[in-house]
């Protein structure tokens, strides 16, 4: 009974991860479609029906290109910073909060912390190891914005939490509650530090193209810049799953959760072709005059009414 277990344990991981890199690579088509419809063109359009093999057609292209490394790079790290970051997107999709046949952890956020903590060595590693001054640059403006923005984002997951009274992310699925109702300003604040964690418009300043010549990745091309691509997009598909299992109900066995979740994802790309890109200064300044004190009194005020309905 054992081993039949741990075989639908792997095989659930193995499909997720399969389920997850097939929504990137047509979440990667939404993008390309929606920004083609704002900028007032089709977008890809000749690669099988409407372009939906145009995805499948740029794996091919990308994983098939020659692989080189600078002349000056280091070589381990240069190739390990990519692997890490996929690694490290995917592993992050153990705490789904599946009934059966899957990891249910009952201190899943404190997991899901490491996880994020973690990501900003990819980036780090990413441009340290190219040894260009453009990368590195880039790696550090992205390092910073990383690290500043988590600390509110995890400071309004914390708040989240002790609503719910437990850091097990199945207890959203037995609340099932809309939180967003009084906690509009959090939810606010926890979907702009979701758009700076992916690096995404308007704070993408690890990929600024027009000054930073793609950021800490711009040594990287063919398999490994695939790699990358995937991993961040996979972080955009979790961070919009978060965002509906925190505050829009978290019955995550009903269709309409994904319809959700859809839609946040959607939201990202709108956001994209909208938004221009903020100056760096003002984003340091959001992230710490800004998010910082309006999670912290949230979370104060949210312990204090636990403690005092405790009692």
């Known amino acids: 009974m054992f081993f039949f277990d741990f075989f639908l344990f792997i095989l659930n991981f193995f499909l997720i991860i399969l389920t997850v890199l097939l929504s990137v690579a047509f979440l990667t088509l939404l993008e390309r479609k929606v920004l083609g419809y704002i900028q007032f063109r089709s977008g890809p359009n000749s690669v099988g029906i409407l372009g939906v093999l145009q995805p499948f057609g740029d794996a091919i292209k990308l994983f098939t290109k020659e692989q080189f490394s600078p002349y ?9 910073s990519p ?22 952890f009952s201190l899943g956020f404190m997991f899901l912390l490491c996880l994020l903590g973690l990501g900003v060595y990819g980036l780090m590693i990413a441009g340290w190891s190219s040894n260009s001054n453009y990368s590195l640059l880039g790696a550090l403006r992205s390092v910073a914005q990383t690290i500043s923005y988590e600390v509110s984002l995890s400071l309004i997951m914390l708040s989240v939490f002790i609503l719910i009274g437990c850091y097990d992310f199945n207890f959203f699925y037995y609340y099932n509650f809309y939180f967003v109702l009084f906690c509009f300003p959090l939810f606010l604040c926890f979907y702009c530090s979701c758009l700076a964690e992916t690096n995404r418009t308007p704070f ?76 760096y200064d003002k ?23 636990s403690v005092f309905f405790i009692f």
């Open 204 to 279: 993408d300043f690890a990929e600024g193209e027009s000054e930073l010549v793609s950021g800490f990745n711009v040594e990287y091309g063919g398999s490994l810049f695939a790699l990358i691509f995937l991993a961040e997009y996979s972080m955009i598909i979790f961070m919009s799953f978060l965002i509906v299992l925190f505050f829009w109900g978290g019955d995550f066995n009903s269709l309409l959760f994904f319809f959700k979740l859809l839609f946040f994802s959607f939201s990202f790309l709108w956001v994209r072709g909208t938004l221009p890109r903020f100056r």
């Open 83 to 104: 692997v890490f970051s996929l690694f490290l997107a995917l592993f992050v999709w153990l705490i789904f909060p599946y009934i059966t046949f899957f990891c249910s």
């Open 283 to 305: 984003l340091m300044y959001l992230a710490w005059k800004g998010f910082l004190p309006v999670s912290l009194n949230y979370l104060l005020f949210f312990f204090g009414a």
């Open 72 to 80: 000056f790079s280091n070589y381990i790290y240069y190739n390990f």
